[in-house]
């Protein structure tokens, strides 16, 4: 891999070290009519689903800007019902989505509302809540264009989610070795990691970490990264790219 | 990949390779996935988007909101126009197909986004019905596509939102230029004027579509774009050059997006969809989707 300059593009929502790739241009195949307002609110939805680890019961749908505005004659609704039944942007089934919600005990909301001020927030995003047994998490994230996402912010916490590759976000206490320590399991596993980023609110205070990596983690990573006493949840978003 | 085009032509001019070659190569590299592979996804798109002409040309889908189609399979059958019954003709035909497909909740291949989906599908298999080219440099050529629509990602926009009609269907003009012009036979910097010459003709290009949605012009400007397209091919394999490199106009396109003001971004706020035909129509229209609950 070689590295690549920043993008002379002075777009702030552009991210600077992705690799573009050609199958994201010649793709995604996707039910139109709109690469960021169908497809990119489909895979948000699919990753919010992931939360919750399946069909959540209730789902509460924030619209912003473009989103807001458009989004009824671009299906965005449907699309991102669709994502949270597991529907890919693909799915013919995106089209109906909303009657389907209601036949899989899907109860939905949406509402038109400002995520904050034009400059500071992307003009297609969302912030999703999503209910499921008595888990509850929030996601924010957007849709750049071409079909491509970001996930923003899980349950507060800063994160940058690109879902092209399986992902494993997770909060800790913040303890010294963590990071080694969730490697090991990936290694045992012979995960490879891509990508790691660790954030935290202040020092001591609870670490989010994100890691990417090239091969879907089985149940029984998730399982053993449960077990850690120092973590307090984590979760696999699933790779949601061509 | 690439970040501009210019390299990309370095490259394949120093190792005498074609610039799908180059592109699937980089894309291998960078992806750490068998150029098979790729070449076997790019596959799967082109069937999708034979799919959505044949689907488009019957002319019997109307968008969600009964704004456009049916012209698709008007364009196609008719014999009134003086390009009746040629590769133009055809490839315009073509070009309204998907985009009513998409348009309808149809499956398309966003290339590179929906909203100018019909313009390079229509262009490649077009031409190459015309002249009998075969899948494997069809494929070939949605790679040089790929390639030169990444550059225009990396250094501009590809996004109406952010840079307007022209980075949308005007990338897919310098995309699907670029990339026929190699599919029948141009040199890899006769493929790089072919891209300056499509796209210095849609700078400027704002998005203005009709209630926001992705019909109205998107379904007759994904045709408009593939005619810039063909021009510029006719231009590029005629050997024209054109005097500013095909890196710096695409720069310009991103220059001109940012400048644009933010009525002219996808925002339904000004060009067409503000006029008062525009605002009345979308008006009826929107309250139809409301209405029938789609």
Redesign the interface.
């Given at each position: 891999?070689r590295p690549?300059?920043l993008?002379?593009?002075?777009?702030r929502?552009?991210r600077a070290f992705d690799?573009?790739?050609?199958?994201?241009?010649?793709?995604?195949?996707?039910?139109?009519?709109?690469?960021?307002?169908?497809?990119g609110a489909c895979r948000l939805g699919l990753l919010a689903r992931n939360l919750v680890g399946g069909t959540p019961e209730r789902a509460h749908v924030e619209l912003h800007g473009?989103f807001a505005?458009?989004s009824?004659?671009?299906?965005t609704d449907k699309a991102i019902a669709g994502g949270l039944m597991g529907f890919r942007p693909?799915d013919?089934r995106?089209?109906t989505a909303l009657d389907i919600a209601e036949r899989e005990g899907l109860a939905y909301t949406f509402e038109k509302t400002t995520l904050g001020e034009d400059n500071d927030v992307h003009?297609?995003t969302v912030r999703i809540t999503v209910e499921r047994a008595d888990r509850t998490h929030v996601m924010r994230g957007s849709s750049?264009?071409?079909?491509r996402v970001v996930v923003s912010e899980i349950d507060g916490f800063p994160v940058e989610v690109h879902g092209n590759h399986h992902t494993i976000v997770l909060v800790a206490e913040d303890v010294k070795g963590s990071v080694a320590r969730i490697a090991g399991i990936l290694a045992d596993d012979s995960i490879n990691i891509a990508t790691l980023r660790l954030t935290r609110k202040h020092r001591g205070g609870d670490a989010f970490m994100v890691i990417e990596v090239?091969d879907p983690p089985g149940e029984e990573v998730r399982d053993h990264i449960r077990a850690l006493p120092w973590v307090r949840w984590t979760h696999r978003l699933d790779k949601v790219s061509? | 990949?690439f970040?501009s085009l210019a390299s990309a032509i370095a490259a394949a001019q120093q190792e005498s390779k074609s610039l799908s070659q180059v592109?699937?190569e980089a894309?291998a590299?960078?992806?750490?996935r068998p150029i098979a592979e790729?070449r076997d996804?790019?596959r799967?798109?082109l069937v999708?988007m034979r799919g959505a002409i044949e689907q488009g040309l019957v002319g019997d889908l109307r968008?969600?909101?009964g704004l456009v189609g049916g012209d698709a399979a008007k364009v196609h059958h008719s014999k009134a126009g003086p390009f009746a019954g040629s590769p133009f003709s055809d490839v315009l035909a073509r070009a309204l197909a998907v985009q009513e497909?998409?348009?309808?909740?149809?499956?398309?291949?966003?290339?590179?986004?929906?909203?100018g989906?019909g313009v390079?599908p229509a262009v490649l298999t077009g031409l190459a019905a015309a002249r009998n080219i075969d899948d494997e440099r069809l494929i070939d050529a949605?790679?040089t596509?790929?390639?030169i629509?990444?550059v225009v990602?990396?250094?501009?926009?590809?996004?109406?939102?952010?840079g307007g009609c022209q980075a949308e269907t005007g990338a897919a003009a310098g995309?699907a230029a670029g990339a026929a012009t190699e599919m029948l036979g141009g040199t890899p910097a006769q493929v790089g004027h072919a891209v300056a010459l499509a796209q210095q003709g849609t700078l400027g290009l704002v998005c203005d579509p009709l209630?926001?949605?992705?019909?109205l012009p998107c379904v007759f400007r994904n045709a408009t774009g593939a005619a810039i397209a063909l021009a510029a091919i006719e231009m590029a394999l005629a050997g024209v050059e054109f005097a500013i490199p095909a890196d710096e106009v695409i720069?310009t396109m991103?220059e001109i997006g940012?400048a644009m003001d933010v009525r002219y971004r996808?925002?339904?706020g000004g060009g067409l969809a503000a006029t008062p035909t525009g605002r009345r129509l979308a008006r009826e229209?929107?309250v139809h989707?409301?209405r029938s609950g789609?």
């Open positions: 891999m690549v300059r993008t002379r593009h002075p777009s929502f552009h690799l573009v790739s050609l199958l994201d241009i010649i793709g995604p195949v996707m039910v139109g009519p709109s690469s960021s307002h169908t497809a473009s505005r458009t009824e004659g671009h299906g693909d013919e995106i089209r003009p297609n750049l264009g071409a079909g090239d061509s | 990949m970040t592109a699937l894309e590299r960078d992806q750490g790729i996804a790019l799967r798109a999708v968008s969600e909101s497909v998409n348009a309808a909740m149809g499956v398309i291949v966003a290339a590179p986004t929906a909203g989906a390079l949605l790679a596509a790929g390639l629509g990444a990602a990396e250094r501009a926009s590809l996004s109406g939102a952010e995309m209630g926001g949605l992705v019909e720069d991103g940012l996808e925002t339904a229209r929107l989707i409301k789609v």
